[in-house]
C-alpha cells in the first residue's frame, strides 16, 4: 500500500512541476535520533489544487531543485536562498511576498509607529482591489491585471517611493532599517504580480499549508525517524489536496485505498484528489 501511495505523491509532483504557478514553503521537522532529535524539514510545493509535502534531511536547495528544477512558470516564495537555484532566467521567475515583507514592518512597528501604520494602510488597499476583482468574478483574467496597473501599480510606486526615502533616514541595523532593506532588496519579486494575474501578491497559500504541520509539531513534538517523516508527508499532501478542492478527506481515504492496489500505473493521476470521481457516484 505504501508503494501505491509514494507513486501517488509521485504523480502530485509531476503536476506541481507541470503548474504555472507554484507556492512553496518549509519548517523544521525534529526527528528523533539517539540521544535526543535531530533537525529535519517539511518542505511544501503547492497549486491551487494539489498539496505535495516533501520530507528532507535538509534545508537546503537541492529539495527544490529535485522537485522544480528545468520547470517554468512562476514561484511564489519568501527570500529565502534556499529557492534560488530554481528562479533562475533558465528556470522560474521568482514572485514575493508582500504579506512577509508586511510582516517586517508590523514587528519594527514601535521604532517606527507613524511611517508603519502608513505602509501597512497602502498594503490594505493593495488588498481592497484582489478582494475587489474575486468579488466581481475577473480574477485571474485580463481584465484583473488591467485592474492591478491602473489601481495597485500607482500604489506600488508610491510605496517604493517611500522605502527609499525611508532607507535614507533609517539606521541600517534597526528593525525598521532591516525591514525597509528586505523590502528594497526584494522589489523586483514582490510586483511580479502586477502583471501576472494568476500570481498572487503572497505566499499565503504556502504559510497555511504548513500551518497544521507546526501545530502537529507542537503537540508530538517528532517523527520517529526519516523514513516515518516520508510517511507523514504523503499523507498530509492527500489530505491537504483534499482540503484545496473541499474534498472530505475520510470519504476520499475510504474509496481510493481500496481502489489503488488495481488502478492501473500510468492512470495513477485519475485518484488524485483534484480529478477524483467517487466509484460509488
Known amino acids: 500500500m505504501q508503494g501505491q501511495l509514494r507513486a501517488e505523491l509521485r504523480a502530485t509532483l509531476d503536476e506541481v512541476r507541470a503548474a504555472e504557478v507554484v507556492h512553496a514553503d518549509e519548517t523544521p521537522q525534529p526527528v528523533l535520533e539517539p540521544g535526543g532529535t535531530k533537525r529535519s524539514y ?31 512558470g512562476f514561484l511564489v516564495a519568501d527570500a ?79 510605496i517604493r517611493a517611500w522605502i527609499l526615502e525611508q532607507k535614507s533616514r533609517a539606521r541600517p541595523r534597526s528593525d525598521f532599517g532591516k525591514a525597509l532593506a528586505y523590502a528594497d532588496n526584494q522589489w ?21 499549508m504548513l500551518r497544521r504541520i507546526a501545530l502537529a509539531r507542537k503537540a508530538s513534538m517528532f517523527v520517529a525517524h526519516d523514513d ?30 481500496p481502489r489503488i492496489a488495481d488502478h492501473p500505473a500510468k492512470r495513477i493521476t485519475e485518484l488524485l484528489p483534484d480529478r477524483w470521481i467517487s466509484s460509488t457516484a
Open 188 to 208: 523586483d519579486a514582490l510586483t511580479v504580480f502586477l502583471d501576472n494575474p494568476a500570481v498572487a501578491p503572497d505566499n499565503n497559500l504556502a504559510e497555511r
Open 42 to 72: 517539511v518542505w511544501n510545493f503547492t497549486t491551487p489544487t494539489l498539496a505535495a509535502y516533501v520530507h528532507s534531511a535538509t534545508g537546503s536547495g537541492s529539495t527544490p531543485e529535485r522537485i522544480l528544477a528545468g520547470s517554468a
Open 228 to 257: 516515518s517523516g516520508q510517511r507523514y508527508a504523503i499523507n498530509l499532501s492527500l489530505v491537504a489536496s483534499c482540503r484545496l478542492n473541499d474534498i472530505d478527506p475520510v470519504a476520499y481515504l475510504t474509496d481510493v485505498l
Open 80 to 158: 529565502y536562498s534556499g529557492h534560488n537555484s530554481v528562479t533562475s532566467p533558465d528556470s522560474r521567475t521568482r514572485a514575493g511576498c508582500l504579506a512577509h515583507a508586511r510582516r517586517k514592518f508590523v514587528e519594527a512597528e514601535g521604532q517606527a509607529h507613524d511611517e508603519v501604520r502608513w505602509l501597512v494602510d497602502q498594503i490594505a488597499r493593495i488588498y481592497a482591489v484582489e478582494k475587489a476583482a474575486r468579488e466581481s468574478g475577473i480574477a485571474g483574467t485580463a481584465k484583473h491585471r488591467e485592474l492591478r496597473n491602473s489601481e495597485s501599480k500607482p500604489i506600488m510606486d508610491q
